[in-house]
């Protein structure tokens, strides 16, 4: 099984950089995904991390610790429009690219 | 439009009815999953097919619930004598089996179909 932890909220200012935490216990790991989904939305992909280490695309970069079992995913430049809840999932080999999600992590930019 | 379909966007019913939901995946994507989201929550798995298989199902899935995927292509989630509880998103999604440096596998999800039961 998994357990995957990640803040419930978080609130930043319009322009700033916030970075959002996950931790994560699995048996098998395959893979870290980030997805956003905005309020009523569907979930859209955001990054994959399989190594240790960043991957930068554009403002979001998405950062992993095989090790920790820990990744952050850190948004440049904020925008209004990056309100929304992040969402941590992890893959664990032999899952048919099965995704077990964290609960999110609910951002508010503010002006 | 090549996304990830799914219908009705919304259903009403009232405890005890059955009710069915459609999902239609990325035409080429072999893989599809059912999942479950709650306010507030992060989407829960219930069970994934590849191609027409069955392949898991998740202990959160009673026997109140089926799925079928008969062709292989688009795929529908049953739920009967519905309970207040079962109230939730319903996300469908696809994705290609992983593999080469493009491809990482990931989920495609549709908007969902929202369940309410009175």
């Known amino acids: 099984g998994q357990n995957i932890d990640q803040p419930t909220e978080m609130t930043a200012t319009e322009g700033a950089i916030v970075q959002i935490n996950c931790t994560y216990q699995t048996s098998g790991f395959n893979g870290l995904f980030w997805y956003q989904q905005h309020a009523g939305e569907a979930p859209t992909f955001l990054s994959y991390n399989v190594l240790d280490g960043l991957e930068e695309k554009g403002r979001f970069s998405s950062f992993l610790s095989r090790s920790k079992g820990y990744s952050y995913l850190l948004l440049k430049e904020l925008q209004m429009k990056d309100s929304a809840s992040y969402l941590c999932a992890v893959r664990e080999n032999g899952g048919g690219n099965k995704l077990t999600f964290g609960t999110g992590t609910q951002l508010k930019v503010e002006l | 439009d090549t996304g990830v379909s799914q219908n009705p966007r919304h259903k009403i019913t009232k405890r005890g009815q059955n009710v069915t939901f459609r999902c239609d995946p990325i035409?080429?994507?072999?893989?599809l999953y059912w999942y479950r989201q709650t306010l507030g929550q992060g989407p829960e798995f219930l069970t994934y097919?590849?191609?027409?298989?069955?392949?898991?199902k998740s202990r959160l899935l009673s026997d109140r619930f089926s799925a079928e995927r008969p062709k292989g292509s688009f795929s529908t989630l049953e739920i009967q004598r519905t309970e207040q509880g079962d109230s939730a998103m319903y996300l469908c999604?696809?994705?290609?089996?992983?593999?080469?440096?493009?491809?990482?596998?990931?989920?495609?999800f549709g908007e969902g179909s929202r369940l309410t039961v009175l």
């Open positions: 035409s080429e994507h072999n893989r």
């Open positions: 097919f590849q191609n027409e298989a069955q392949l898991e």
């Open positions: 999604a696809s994705s290609q089996t992983s593999g080469g440096a493009e491809n990482t596998g990931e989920l495609f």
